[in-house]
C-alpha cells in the first residue's frame, strides 16, 4: 500500500489515479477496473466501476476518477483499493490517502 501525503479536503474533489501494466511491463488496459473506497472506520463507502462510465481512462492503461468525500464526511486515512481483472487473473492496488477537515479562517 502506498499512501499519498498530499490528500484532499472533505467537501473537495481530486482525482485518484491508477496505472495498469502487464507482465512485459507494458501498459495495458484490463478488461473490467472496479475501485472502492474505503474510510478511516474501514467501511466501503462508495464503489466505482469502469463499466458504468464512473472511471474515466486517459490513455492506454491510465484510469481516473474524480472523487468528492461528504463534507459531512470523516477526516483521517482513506483508501482508494483499484481491482481489475483480465481474462481470469485478478489484481488489486491499493492507495492510501489523507482527508483533511476544512481550515476555517476565524473572522
Known amino acids: 500500500m ?9 467537501g473537495n474533489t481530486r ?5 495498469f501494466r502487464n507482465t512485459d511491463n507494458v501498459l495495458a ?5 472496479t475501485l472502492y473506497i474505503v474510510d478511516p472506520a474501514g467501511q466501503v463507502s462508495d464503489q466505482y466501476t469502469y463499466a458504468d462510465a464512473d472511471i474515466t481512462r486517459t490513455s ?5 476518477m474524480d472523487y468528492t468525500p461528504s463534507a459531512s464526511g470523516m477526516a483521517g486515512i482513506w483508501q482508494a483499493q483499484w481491482t481489475a481483472t483480465t481474462g481470469s487473473s485478478i489484481f488489486t492496488a491499493i ?5 483533511y477537515e ?3 479562517k476565524p473572522v
Open 2 to 10: 502506498t499512501t499519498n501525503k498530499k490528500g484532499m479536503y472533505l
Open 15 to 19: 482525482p485518484l489515479t491508477m496505472t
Open 29 to 33: 488496459d484490463p478488461d473490467a477496473i
Open 60 to 64: 492506454t492503461g491510465v484510469y481516473t
Open 95 to 99: 492507495v492510501a490517502f489523507y482527508v
Open 102 to 104: 476544512p481550515v476555517v
